[in-house]
């Protein structure tokens, strides 16, 4: 029952025809006089190398008639003028040639990209040398110094080591001095107990009174 109500419903509703849209061109697809389409007429190799023969109709041709759809004689041949110079500028020609002026430009800017390429060259190394130069005059300045620390160094140890003899040979001259000071001491003290016992035997010795010489006769004046 559901659905003939539906289709019932459908029978009765009006179909309304709705007006198509109106299509309106804006301000820049105005000023499009040729369409422009995706798939070309002409392939663009034979296109590049035939467009710049292109060229209005004229009655010198054996045309009966010319009828212009949008501009009107001249207009027509300045666009196709202007089309052409277009196409040129934006376009690859294949059959172009370049001529003499042109070979001798191009070789002229080879030439001077070889001498800036030079000259580029040239600076480069010229930093290079600067570098360097600069490195080993560093490196040099670095040697001078550590062999001026090393000499100087080998020079305090030698000094240190000289004022190390001079104090240990001063210490061994004073060390010395006072051993021939002291066993100067023990000798002078060894001679005095002998001084002082001669002394002593010399006052204990008792003075001997020697006896008169007898007076002995010869034998003459015995007689």
């Known amino acids: ?34 369409a422009n389409f995706p798939v070309k007429d002409l392939a663009q190799v034979v296109y590049s190398s035939s467009f710049t023969k292109f060229s209005c109709p004229d009655k010198e041709e054996g045309f009966d008639d010319i009828k212009y759809e949008w501009s009107k004689g001249d207009k027509a041949e ?9 196409r040129k ?15 001798k430009q191009l070789k002229a800017w080879h030439t001077s ?31 001078e110094a550590r062999e001026k620390a ?12 000289k004022a190390k003899k001079q104090a240990e040979k001063k210490e061994g001259d004073e060390e010395k001095k006072e051993e021939e000071e002291k066993k100067e001491e023990e000798e002078k003290k060894e001679e005095e107990p002998e001084e002082e016992e001669e002394e002593a035997e010399e006052l204990e010795e008792p003075e001997v ?15």
């Open 1 to 34: 029952p559901e659905e003939e109500e539906e289709e019932a419903e459908e029978l009765e509703e009006p179909e309304v025809e709705e007006a198509p849209p109106k299509v309106a061109l804006d301000a820049e697809e105005k000023k499009v006089v040729f």
């Open 78 to 86: 300045a666009y196709m003028k202007k089309y052409i110079l277009d």
């Open 89 to 103: 500028l934006s376009l690859r020609i294949e059959e172009l040639q370049p001529g003499q002026w042109a070979q």
């Open 113 to 143: 990209v070889n001498t800036w390429h030079a000259k580029v060259a040239e600076y480069k190394n010229m930093l290079i040398t600067k570098e360097q130069a600069k490195r080993a005059k560093e490196a040099k300045k670095a040697k």
């Open 150 to 161: 090393a000499k100087e160094a080998k020079a305090a140890k030698e000094v240190e080591e």
């Open 209 to 223: 009174e020697e006896a008169p010489p007898k007076v002995a006769l010869d034998a003459e004046e015995k007689k």
